[in-house]
């Protein structure tokens, strides 16, 4: 019921209006228009005073929201409450991170992790967030070995081997991200601290533009909601210049077969391409993305996305323009075989990518059973500061599964607007607002024509 729960489908919103029962899931280029991780500034590891025949770094990161709805996402338990009621909550994180790494003779270096995590929710969170709980951690704990200098004719750092507990992306996060699920028990639902997978083992091999990687993972799930989600597969990425990677996934994945049958013996081809085609025009780029998701009738569903964006980086703020499709099938109430793509571990590289909408996303639509329209503006007024608004239309793949009763294909109208704030080398502030607009599909499944409005305000520290 929680945040990062892959679901069947979608959930229809009008539990989401009633119970809340069902929840939303919230990766290797960071955005140009954007930080990698808007809510956290990064974090610039400092000396530590510890003995210095080994080389150890010290960083801190602490964050704490306000988020708040007018007409909430779910229903008040009170009688006679008011339709239009709101809500309003708090979260707050800290996650101390101490590394070391050590010179071997050959040339190449052992590296090791050592974080944890403490978060908390409270206030009067919804229900799909979690109620007022928190908790501290472990989250990295993981040491590797890497090449360094020692096949000086294979490049720097070859070869690199990590196992533990460790974070692990592929692409910008379409499919595969985030390691660890927020909220609940854990609290922490929108701050997603918490990345790394409860055991990793990944084996990379770099030479010159190849990269080839090979990996095992395990999530870090919800001690009241273990999925028994793991995964092996292999990655492969080529980078031509500094301006195009090309980039190839398979996955295996394995499931709890009562929870999750459709992932139990999954298998998820991926292929992408992030590139600026036109070498004399490089504020031109493209993204393209697609996914197959195969595992008989349990599962036969396809997802794809494709974006053009286009940056005047020559002008006075550098405005930047950009359209996005995807799509993400849904179940085909026709056949008897189950077409409802599985969201998967995806992760949070930039506003929109891949929860998408700040409210329609995060609270009440997966990327499953949908077909998203992006439309984004955003602009740089200084190194410091960036912002800008995006426009979302949401509609259904397949209606008739999204809730009884059902015929419409339009889901939902969102607009966000947003701010990134460098205050100083060690403050980030982050402020949104959004509006978003249920429509008929909405409408049919929970007679709901009110309007979604919410607002947002983040704090980071890092040192």
């Given at each position: 019921?929680?945040?990062?729960?892959?679901?069947?489908?979608?959930?229809?919103?009008?539990?989401?209006?009633?119970?809340?029962?069902?929840?939303?899931?919230?990766?290797?280029?960071?955005?140009?228009?954007?930080?990698?991780?808007?809510?956290?500034?990064?974090?610039?590891?400092?000396?530590?005073?510890?003995?210095?025949?080994?080389?150890?770094?010290?960083?801190?990161?602490?964050?704490?929201?306000?988020?708040?709805?007018?007409?909430?996402?779910?229903?008040?338990?009170?009688?006679?409450?008011?339709?239009?009621?709101?809500?309003?909550?708090?979260?707050?994180?800290?996650?101390?991170?101490?590394?070391?790494?050590?010179?071997?003779?050959?040339?190449?270096?052992?590296?090791?992790?050592?974080?944890?995590?403490?978060?908390?929710?409270?206030?009067?969170?919804?229900?799909?967030?979690?109620?007022?709980?928190?908790?501290?951690?472990?989250?990295?704990?993981?040491?590797?070995?890497?090449?360094g200098?020692?096949?000086?004719?294979?490049?720097?750092?070859?070869?690199?081997?990590?196992?533990?507990?460790?974070?692990?992306?592929?692409?910008?996060?379409?499919?595969?991200?985030?390691?660890?699920?927020?909220?609940?028990?854990?609290?922490?639902?929108?701050?997603?601290?918490?990345?790394?997978?409860?055991?990793?083992?990944?084996?990379?091999?770099?030479?010159?533009?190849?990269?080839?990687?090979?990996?095992?993972?395990?999530?870090?799930?919800?001690?009241?909601?273990?999925?028994?989600?793991?995964?092996?597969?292999?990655?492969?990425?080529?980078r031509?210049?500094?301006?195009?990677t090309?980039?190839?996934?398979?996955?295996?994945?394995?499931?709890?077969?009562?929870?999750?049958?459709?992932?139990?013996?999954?298998?998820?081809?991926?292929?992408?391409?992030?590139?600026?085609?036109?070498?004399?025009v490089?504020?031109?780029?493209l993204?393209?993305?697609?996914?197959?998701?195969?595992?008989?009738?349990?599962?036969?569903?396809?997802?794809?996305?494709?974006?053009?964006?286009?940056?005047?980086?020559?002008?006075?703020?550098?405005p930047?323009?950009?359209?996005?499709?995807?799509?993400?099938?849904?179940?085909n109430?026709?056949?008897?075989?189950?077409?409802?793509?599985d969201?998967?571990?995806?992760?949070?590289?930039d506003?929109?990518?891949?929860?998408?909408?700040?409210?329609?996303?995060?609270?009440?639509?997966?990327?499953?059973?949908?077909?998203?329209?992006?439309?984004?503006?955003?602009?740089?007024?200084s190194?410091?500061?960036?912002?800008?608004?995006?426009?979302?239309?949401?509609?259904?793949?397949?209606?008739?599964?999204?809730?009884?009763?059902?015929?419409?294909?339009?889901?939902?109208?969102?607009?966000?607007?947003?701010?990134?704030?460098?205050?100083?080398?060690?403050?980030?502030?982050?402020?949104?607002?959004?509006?978003?607009?249920?429509?008929?599909?909405?409408?049919?499944?929970?007679?709901?024509?009110?309007?979604?409005?919410?607002?947002?305000?983040?704090?980071?520290?890092?040192?």
């Open positions: 019921m929680f945040r990062h729960l892959a679901r069947r489908q979608i959930a229809p919103l009008v539990f989401v209006l009633t119970s809340l029962s069902g929840g939303v899931a919230r990766a290797q280029d960071a955005p140009a228009n954007g930080p990698a991780d808007p809510p956290a500034a990064a974090a610039v590891p400092r000396p530590t005073g510890l003995p210095k025949a080994i080389d150890w770094k010290f960083s801190f990161e602490a964050a704490w929201g306000s988020f708040g709805f007018r007409n909430a996402v779910f229903n008040d338990p009170r009688e006679n409450a008011r339709v239009d009621f709101g809500t309003h909550w708090f979260e707050g994180s800290v996650k101390p991170v101490l590394s070391a790494t050590v010179d071997l003779p050959s040339s190449s270096q052992v590296y090791g992790t050592l974080s944890g995590v403490g978060e908390r929710t409270y206030g009067s969170a919804p229900r799909i967030v979690g109620p007022d709980f928190s908790s501290f951690l472990p989250e990295d704990v993981a040491i590797g070995w890497r090449s200098k020692a096949f000086e004719s294979l490049g720097e750092n070859a070869l690199d081997f990590t196992v533990g507990r460790a974070p692990y992306k592929v692409g910008h996060g379409f499919l595969l991200w985030d390691g660890a699920a927020e909220g609940g028990t854990r609290g922490g639902y929108w701050s997603n601290a918490r990345k790394a997978f409860g055991f990793a083992a990944i084996g990379r091999f770099k030479p010159g533009q190849h990269t080839v990687e090979s990996f095992y993972l395990k999530k870090s799930d919800l001690p009241e909601h273990d999925t028994g989600t793991r995964l092996w597969g292999a990655n492969y990425e080529y031509i210049g500094a301006d195009t090309l980039g190839a996934t398979y996955m295996k994945f394995r499931g709890t077969p009562d929870l999750v049958p459709e992932r139990d013996q999954l298998d998820v081809y991926n292929a992408r391409a992030y590139t600026a085609p036109i070498p004399a490089k504020d031109l780029s993204e393209l993305e697609y996914a197959w998701e195969r595992n008989h009738d349990a599962l036969h569903s396809d997802a794809w996305t494709a974006q053009g964006a286009y940056q005047l980086s020559a002008a006075p703020w550098k930047k323009v950009s359209y996005r499709y995807a799509f993400f099938q849904g179940d109430p026709t056949t008897t075989r189950n077409e409802a793509f969201p998967l571990l995806l992760g949070f590289s506003w929109g990518t891949w929860w998408q909408g700040e409210i329609a996303g995060e609270y009440f639509v997966a990327n499953s059973n949908l077909i998203s329209h992006l439309v984004r503006a955003h602009v740089s007024p190194d410091a500061v960036g912002g800008g608004v995006m426009v979302y239309k949401f509609l259904l793949d397949q209606p008739g599964t999204y809730a009884p009763g059902v015929t419409d294909r339009n889901l939902a109208l969102e607009v966000d607007s947003y701010v990134d704030w460098k205050i100083n080398k060690n403050f980030t502030a982050s402020f949104v607002a959004a509006f978003a607009n249920p429509q008929r599909a909405v409408e049919q499944a929970s007679n709901r024509t009110k309007s979604f409005a919410y607002g947002m305000v983040y704090l980071a520290y890092s040192y």
